[in-house]
């Protein structure tokens, strides 16, 4: 303003930024709290990434358990003949209180800000990860540690209420896909849409699991169908499509995710780790073996801690869940030592993610995370 | 002669040399210019080229204010040779030398040269620049384009060895590897010992995979655009190795596929009536054999001798898929291997020769998937099928062989990418720089994988089931669709890479074979019989036209303009660009956003990746595919 008649002074208000620095110490997820508003206002979906590894790490060691009891292929190596039960539950009732929490945290938050959880539907990352706390639910649903058979009514009910925010979300953003022309998926489409495919996946072999054929066919076609479309798309890498920040890299672990859980849904449907499922698991462990091949693709998001790392986490689980199932029906030594490798390196990576994690809780909840760019 | 005045005035009055001196070499080098004596005493006594005085006069201001980065450490050490007419545009390479992985020891000599054309670079070359090679050839490095026959006077060896150092920047270590071996064969050259170490280490370039758009055009990207220029000479017949493409890999697949399908139609019980000889099968595949090792060691040689040659095929974005043809042919070795040699092979052997395609797989499909510059979008062609179908060839060997997992695990892999880039390649986007416009042969590879992938599964699974007819038949179709279009296949210029483009018909052949054998019927062995007839037909055409081109014509093997392009466009022939606002604003935003980190797409073919050359350009804001057609020479439009 070059103005120089004087006129009334223009002030500049300053909106108090919403994500403000927490007075309180930011608590670990474990830990119940009472929610301050700050914690609300920035805890996003993202954040049931933490739930979902840890929902897959109980799974892989309920599996392992089972494998274990079932083939004595793991007793020839370790001499033990199952894993200590008490630790299995000990994981158990820590991954689902930090369901609980985190979960009940944000019904707070669809509560008090509500604006927000829209902001983060409308973000074309965001959106994805809303996907997040289904699936972790689901997961642990299905790795209840002492029911031996998840068939009974209680499962069945939990399985169809978290089944139907799942189909909603699905219709919603689905069809926006190709109806919404801000939203088309050359637009929006990036690694973590595969998480929306991943939820069907999931349900998709919990009803399996649970005896349901015909719904786990149902949901399964869907997903399926989606992957085939995300996975040429995200292969295109169309020009037009919306900017993925660095930071949200680990996201390319997804691709290792979606299909091996496509081939442990399969294995569920159909009964038994056949050739399809053989192929969508070998297809994940190329993947797998490519993205490792190009650690400087994710140079730029190591360099400070956010949430995303956890997505390292979750994939290889599920990685090592499908290996678990592939030396299940082959069986042999390539397979059982590829089982072992996954696994190991799975829990390693779990370990070091919640270490990291634990050292840099100042930074959680207080970070302008990557996730809602 | 003027422009040689203009030189030496300006060089007089830059250089620190000897003017005398310098001018007396000038005058000695116009007179003995086609001397031998003449030009020992160069090679002595010449080594740093005189670019300085030719620059000046034919760049001017522009190259004077680009000139400033180049380094002048050093004083000449040597007189500088100044040329006598047009000036050739070499300083422009010569600096390019400095930045570019194409490096002789020599390079350094041109640091010392107050470069004023060095950072012009190649732009200012023309292929129609008669300069004297000669001098240059000593001492100026490969990267002269300049030269024509017409002044040069009768060759003689030593002149052609001169020569020879243009190729330098392409040979293995810019030609150092070379040397070596002909100095541990005891062979004497006289620049050996005055070959200084070379400033910098040869960097890497990687030429960005926009530069090869930029440059070439045409169905398989190897026809020089007309506004670009190349490093090599263009009117001189290159050296033999320089000229051999990995598309030549081609034959080996075309022949051994023929070996195949005769091994089929020998052995196969639904063709017995035809009582077909097996012999036929055996003399097939001891010509490819044959085919495949020289085919092997020739290029064998050009990678060892001309690494850098090769290096820039594997960065063209439709050769690079020819890398995967040397260990199909392997394959197809393998598949045809006639039953009077070897029953059964080891099962070892099949993870030898997957291993390499397992490796270049992992490259090419993660370089689809991480993005960049060689997005699939981007660079999707019908020659990336050469990528896919090893997969399936390795299953298909696999499982004959009676391996299980590895099979299945190739045909996954190869299953899922196939998908990706069938569905981008039906979609023709917008973006996507390579795909023909008009029919050519490179299409029929459409046919090559679901007919390998009809029988890998029908192999697998143990029968030809379902899916595999389901496959069998989207390549009859895909077959059928580009056979009634035969017309449209014409007018293209006859190259080593047809050969690849056959073995999808012979593929097909056999799959129609391994099919009539569960579907037996007059209908399919009618097929049979007919798609083999034109498998055949068509190797023998190609056959005869290879040996027409190979010894009557005698350009089998032209110069291989397609690795010889430069890194930066001709700067003479910048245009102002019509930004493009309107439309496509909001597509073009996108675009920004999405391709920040990597600004050589955006500019994409307006730019050079030099930033410092960008000043004032608006060309980010233009697409792609709409500034080809608006950047073509000739088109002045102010920018905004």
Known sequence: MGEQVPQSPISVVIDPPIIITATANPQEPKEAASPSDSILSRLHAGYFRICLSFGAQVLLWKTLNEHVNETNSIHSIFHTHSFPSTAFFLLYWLALCTLILLSFLYILRCIFYFRLVKAEFLHHVGVNCLFLPWISWLLLLQAIPFAKETKNFPCQMLWWIFIVPVVILDIKIYGQWFTTEKRFLSMVANPTSQLSVMGNLVGAWAAARMGWKESGVCIFSLGLAHYLVVFITLYQRLSGARHFPAMLRPAFFLFVAAPSTASLAWSSISGSFEVPCKMLFFLSLFLFTSLICRPSLFRKSMKRFNTAWWTYSFPLTFLALASAEYTREVKGVVASGLMLILSTLSVLVFLGVLIVTAANTHTLLRENDACLN | ?640
């Open chain 2, 1 to 640: 002669m003027e422009s040689s005045k203009q030189n030496h005035l300006a060089e007089e009055g830059s250089s620190e040399a000897l003017p005398s001196l310098i001018k007396a070499i000038t005058a000695n080098e116009l007179a003995g210019f086609d001397s031998v004596e003449e030009h020992q005493d160069l090679n002595r006594r010449l080594k740093s080229t005189l670019v300085h005085p030719l620059s000046t006069s034919i760049f001017g201001i522009e190259a004077a204010a680009m000139e400033n980065e180049n380094d002048l450490s050093k004083p000449q050490r040597t007189h500088s040779v100044s040329i006598s007419m047009p000036p050739s545009p070499v300083a422009a390479h010569l600096h390019n030398t400095n930045r570019v992985l194409f490096r002789d020891e020599e390079t350094v000599l041109e640091n010392d040269n107050p470069n004023s054309a060095a950072t012009v670079s190649l732009q200012t070359q023309r292929a129609k620049f008669y300069s004297q090679p000669m001098p240059k050839g000593c001492a100026l490095n490969e990267a002269i384009t300049s030269g024509t026959s017409s002044n040069l006077p009768v060759r003689n060896p030593r002149i052609d060895k001169l020569k020879d150092k243009r190729f330098d920047s392409f040979k293995t270590w810019s030609g150092r590897l070379e040397r070596q071996l002909s100095n541990l064969r005891g062979k004497h050259r006289e620049e050996s010992e005055q070959e200084p170490q070379p400033q910098h280490r040869a960097e890497v370039e990687n030429l960005p995979v926009d530069r090869y758009f930029d440059a070439l055009e045409g169905p398989e990207l190897d026809t020089l655009r007309a506004s670009e220029e190349i490093l090599l000479p263009e009117d001189k017949k290159w050296p033999f190795l320089l000229r051999f493409p990995i598309s030549s890999f081609g034959i080996c697949l075309g022949v051994s596929s023929q070996a195949i399908m005769w091994k089929a139609l020998a052995s196969s019980a639904s063709t017995k009536f035809l009582h077909v000889s097996p012999d036929i099968n055996l003399v097939l595949w001891i010509i490819s054999i044959a085919l495949v090792l020289i085919v092997a060691i020739i290029y064998a040689l050009k990678v060892i001798f001309y690494f850098e040659a090769v290096r820039r095929e594997y960065y063209h974005p439709i050769r690079v898929n020819f890398f995967f043809a040397p260990w199909i042919a392997f394959l197809f070795l393998a598949l045809g291997v006639p039953p009077s040699v070897s029953q059964t092979l080891h099962a070892s052997l099949w993870y030898i020769l997957m291993t390499p395609i397992f490796c270049l797989e992992l490259k090419i499909y993660g370089q689809w998937m991480s993005g960049g510059q060689r997005r699939l979008s981007k660079v999707a062609n019908p020659s990336n099928h050469l990528s896919v179908v090893g997969n399936f060839v390795g299953a298909l060997l696999g499982a004959t062989m009676g391996l299980k997992e590895g099979p299945i695990f190739f045909f996954a892999v190869g299953l899922a990418h196939y998908t990706v880039l069938f569905v981008t390649l039906y979609q023709r986007l917008p973006t996507n720089e390579t795909l023909p416009k008009e029919l050519h042969p490179v299409f029929f590879l459409f046919v090559a994988a679901p007919s390998v992938a009809s029988m890998a599964w029908a192999r697998i699974q143990g029968s030809f089931d379902y899916g595999s007819r389901i496959a069998y038949f989207i390549a009859l179709f895909l077959y059928f669709s580009l056979a009634v279009r035969v017309n449209f296949f014409r007018g293209f210029r006859f190259s080593l890479a047809w050969w690849a483009y056959t073995f999808p018909m012979t593929g097909a052949a056999i799959a129609t074979i391994r099919y009539s054998d569960v579907a037996t019927s007059i209908v399919s062995r009618t097929l049979t019989i007919v798609l083999c007839i034109v498998a055949t037909l068509i190797v023998s055409a190609l056959l005869v036209t290879t040996i027409i081109h190979a010894f009557v014509l005698g350009d089998l093997f032209p110069n291989d303009i397609a690795i010889a392009i430069s890194k930066r466009r001709p700067k003479t022939t910048r245009r102002w660009y019509h930004r493009r606002s309107g439309s496509s604003d909001t597509k073009v935003e996108e675009y920004l956003k999405y391709s920040n980190s990597d600004s050589k797409d955006i500019e994409g073919s307006t730019n050079s990746s030099n930033k410092q050359e960008m000043s004032g350009s608006l060309h980010k804001n233009v697409e792609r595919h709409h500034s080809h057609d608006v950047l073509e020479p000739c088109k002045f439009d102010v920018f905004l």
